[in-house]
């Protein structure tokens, strides 16, 4: 199971609207017979790859997978006839497929006669494909709120200037996070305060993420850099709001539905979500990532903090999430805490009591 996990993790790729599914195929003699890691929506699930690999000598066998197969038809036919079809005799999988569509493989299965397992290194496997789980589970991409702060909780000084106050390394680092998400978002007052380019720089190679950018009225300017064609870049109008002028082709666009406090978040997780994002890097600024963590849909903090202070005129890294006092805040669990060149990078995972509370006062 650890080799199929591996599978999926080296060298991390994108695979949305899909998850990473890694197998590996033993003959009936336990020995390694073929493996296979699903490459993204089209092509083939794992198990067909590693059953092709494994070709005659996976009768009889066990298929190891990272995932429960599937038992859908969904672009590629339905992974528990494959495996019946190839005679595996036995198939230990980590984790439950969450999904409606492709779910109940294990008891087809097990009805056909085959001896299945559930749950072998789940945890592990869990945490591989977190994005992807916790997407389908909540029907919303998994959001990571990406930010440098100073080490007093500014992320701007107060002319509005926020370049830069990470040095290299962590600014090296915050594109490898772009490089793992399917997009990264900013709100319409860092794309005017900062016309950011949102691509991948740094040395970091890949497949850039989508760019996406609230723009409620409309205003974008053509020249704005998150046009150049680099990469796809979105734009998310109020559904109030007319078509935004001379994008061409350098963009598309996306209606939501608005609220008092600007576009509807949760609305607009989902028309993501429709469309196959599973992952988001929230870059901010101040107002949307208070927006986003006030309606609980914060699922990891990254901080870099820079040594350094900018005092009570600087911006704060988030504004008002509803929290009046101490039995409100927001609570994070640190999961890791690093030195980067001069800065640090602190990790954190919201602690799901806090979560509820904040939903609790953002609904109130
Ligand atoms: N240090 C750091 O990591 C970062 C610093 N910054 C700095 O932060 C500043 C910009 O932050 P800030 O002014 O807070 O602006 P934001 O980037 O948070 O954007 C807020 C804007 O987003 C749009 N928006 C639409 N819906 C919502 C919603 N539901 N909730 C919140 N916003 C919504 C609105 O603009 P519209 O009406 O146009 O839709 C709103 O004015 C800049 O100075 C920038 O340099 C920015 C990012 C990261
Ligand atoms: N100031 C600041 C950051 N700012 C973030 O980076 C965006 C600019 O992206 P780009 O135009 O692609 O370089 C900017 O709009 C904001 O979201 N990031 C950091 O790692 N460290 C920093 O000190």
Redesign the pocket.
Known sequence: MRRAIRLTADPPRRTSPNPYVGCVVLDADGRFAGEGHHRGAGHPHAEVEALAAAGGRAAGGTAVVTLEPCAHRGRTGPCTEALSAAGVSRVVFAVEDPTRDASGGAERLAAGGVEVVGGLHREEAERHNEFWLTSVRRERPFVTWKF?GTIDGRSAAADGS?????AAQ??RD?HALRAVHDAVL?GGG?LRA?N????L?HGVVGEPPLRVVLDSAGRIKPGA?VLDGSAPTLVVVSDRAGEPRGLGAAAGTLAVPSTEDGLDLAALSERLFARGVRSVLL??GARLAAGFLAGGLVDRVVA?LAPMFLGGAGLPVVTDIGVASMAEAARMRVEEVRQLGPDLRVVMQPEPRDLDACLRTHSA
């Open positions: 440098a926020s370049r830069w106050i990470t962590a600014r915050a900013v860092t900062d950011p380019h949102l691509g720089r850099r870059e901010g870099y």
